[in-house]
């Protein structure tokens, strides 16, 4: 099973630059949209090739949301974590597929003045509660935007961005303590180095010189790690400040 994960920062946005025609071509066996920033599905998305399902934000127009669309049906859809503040900004999109779970998600950006910090690890602790229970009837695949760069070797300069939205210490360490909770970072199975990013910012040059930050992940319970056979980062991919990361199981 192929799977494909991408913050579009704007789904309208990349359906006008027709970015999405790789990912829906039906080599990819799940999607999975991250900040669609919409509310009513595309036209476009509507077909006989997938199944859509949408947590749009509920809060505010034009923010946020997730979506996800499925070769085959899904056994069930679960829409958020089960905590309203969190699911009223569409972050978390579920389906369970009939070997795991499948969980999309879009966690919260902590801004630059970390204002949104605690909400940010307020989110973090409930959604690794969310995939315990989740773990406990099946195993968990993980895909989405992170707004997080684990290590140094994740950042492009680490020690100009450290204590920065994104790369503080206590996001970073709530990373280590999902992996210490038996998940895995996928592109580490294969990766070791450093310089391979999934975002930079829209500053003149960043992507051109690969200033970049890797925040968007797939991650699964360990229990899936002898299943995945490859991964990747599309970073040829235009039309958002993220490119697609992929996953093979």
């Not at 809060?59 to 499925?70: D, R």
């Amino acid at each position: 099973m192929r799977l494909v994960s991408w913050n579009v920062n704007g789904l309208r946005n990349v359906i006008k630059r027709c970015a999405l025609q790789t990912l829906l071509s039906g080599y990819f066996d799940v999607v999975m949209l991250q900040e669609i920033k919409t509310e009513v599905m595309p036209l476009e998305l509507r077909s006989e090739d997938y199944h859509a399902f949408m947590q749009p934000a509920t809060t505010k127009k034009g923010y946020s949301g997730t979506l996800t669309l499925t070769k085959s049906k899904p056994s069930a859809v679960i829409y958020g974590v089960g905590e309203e503040k969190f699911d009223n900004e569409g972050r978390v999109l579920t389906v369970e597929l009939d070997d795991f779970y499948v969980v999309n998600a879009y966690f919260p950006n902590s801004r630059r003045d970390l204002s949104r910090l605690n909400f940010k690890l307020e989110f973090d602790d409930r959604f690794l509660t969310y995939l315990e229970m989740l773990r406990k009837n099946k195993p968990v695949i993980v895909g989405g935007d992170f707004n997080v760069a684990h290590e140094e070797r994740d950042i492009a300069r680490p020690k100009a961005n450290r204590g920065n939205a994104g790369f503080t210490g206590e996001e970073r360490a709530w990373m280590s303590e999902l992996i210490k909770h038996g998940y895995t970072d996928t592109f580490r199975l294969f990766v070791s180095d450093g310089g391979h990013y999934t975002w930079w910012t829209y500053r003149a040059g960043a992507r051109e010189n690969n200033i970049g930050w890797r925040i968007d992940y797939f991650l699964v319970s360990n229990e899936l790690c002898p299943r995945v056979r490859s991964v990747g980062i599309m970073d040829e991919t235009k039309g958002s400040d993220h490119v697609p990361v992929t996953l093979e199981v």
